[in-house]
């Protein structure tokens, strides 16, 4: 090795040293190892130091490794040295930057969603997962203008999900909150015209719609599982629909469908007495098609779900339109008339005490 080689072999170890201390992942216990013995051996040659007892598991480790590295020059070992660290920060800085990049067939315009179109799938995730995924007003239009989206492109199928421990936990209390006395009518009118939208956009979807519930589930998210052709659940799914604690009452179309799914009794137990369903409970009931353990919820599902977005397009739209359209005239009157009742519901004393009650004791459900 001449001496120009050993100057720079010098300063990259330096600069070697220095960059190890900026990798913000830890190496692991091996790669640390290798690290220490070229450093011993590049700074103090072969290893000198008498062999540690058995039972010092870390000095032997590290003695070991030292050792193994027998007669090889200082120079040699400062030069490994500094290649090892180098290919450390590659890696880290192109994991860094592949987390940096947009996710693949991810589409722009979303602050609440995250909305991606793969393997003939267009993915509509709920994504406030500090907030439970609770759908604010933005998030009522962003999911419309993903579903009018989805059912416009080439996708196969459109899948509904959510980001984090929740599904959803329904409306955004806070749509209620901060209104002027004034203002209550004008709130209650255009919560209902957002609202019809929104459940609207469900009854005409043209392609199979399938929820894929990765946890609890509340209120308006639960009510239009059944406008959805298919629903997956894990088990750690529950289904909550707590209008009448809350003042108000159905919408999504669930109290003509959730009665024509799991008959009338069941369904009033779940809308009129807010009785919460575990994942087994709602399958037996069919809003649910069917139950996975949680811990291979996504794997199975998507496994799924990719085989049948690769079946024939039209056929499916055109099978999934001939299922609903005999009921989507109904649907539609169902759903004005839910939100006319809603639009008294909001303005009712008992619906502002539960929502002043949630805000001042943030009490849970
Ligand atoms: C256009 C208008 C259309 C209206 C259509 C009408 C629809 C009807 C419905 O959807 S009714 C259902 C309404 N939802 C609720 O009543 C749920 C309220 N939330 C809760 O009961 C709980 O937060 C919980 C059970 C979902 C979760 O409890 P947990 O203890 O696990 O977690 P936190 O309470 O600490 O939640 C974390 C923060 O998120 C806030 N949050 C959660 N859900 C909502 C929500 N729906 N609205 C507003 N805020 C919500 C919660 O308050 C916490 O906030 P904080 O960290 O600031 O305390």
Known sequence: MTAATMQVSQKDFEKAQEQ????K?????????????LFKQATEGPCNAPKPGMLDFVKKAKWDAWNSLGNLSQDNARQKYAELVSSLVSAESASQKKDASPEEGRHDGYETLIVTTKNNIT?????????KNAINHQMYREIIKALEEAGKNDSTIAVITGNGDYYSSGNDLNNFAN??????????KDGAVLLKDFVGHFIDFPKPLIAVVNGPAI???VTVLGLCDI???SD?????????????????CSSYLFPKIMGLAKASEM???????????????????????????????????????????????????????MEKEKLHAVNSKECEVLTERWLSDECANAIVSFFQKKSKL
């Open 231 to 233: 629903v997956y659940a």
């Open 271 to 325: 809308l009129l007495f807010n009785k919460k369903l575990t994942a087994a409970e709602a399958c037996a009931q069919g809003l649910v098609t069917e139950v996975f353990p949680d811990n291979s919820f996504q794997k199975e599902v998507w496994a799924r779900l990719e085989a049948y977005a690769s079946l024939p397009k039209n056929s499916l739209a055109v099978s999934k339109q001939l299922l609903r359209s």
């Open 179 to 188: 209104i002027q006395p004034g203002e209550m009518e004008k709130m209650a």
């Open 123 to 131: 993915k509509i995730m709920f994504n406030r997962p500090d907030r």
């Open 25 to 37: 992942k830890d190496p692991g216990n091996e790669t640390k190892l290798k690290l220490y013995a």
């Open 236 to 252: 750690r799914a529950t289904f909550h629909s707590p209008f009448s604690q809350l003042g108000q009452s159905p919408e999504g």
């Open 20 to 23: 190890l201390k900026l990798l």
């Open 219 to 221: 209120g308006i998210c």
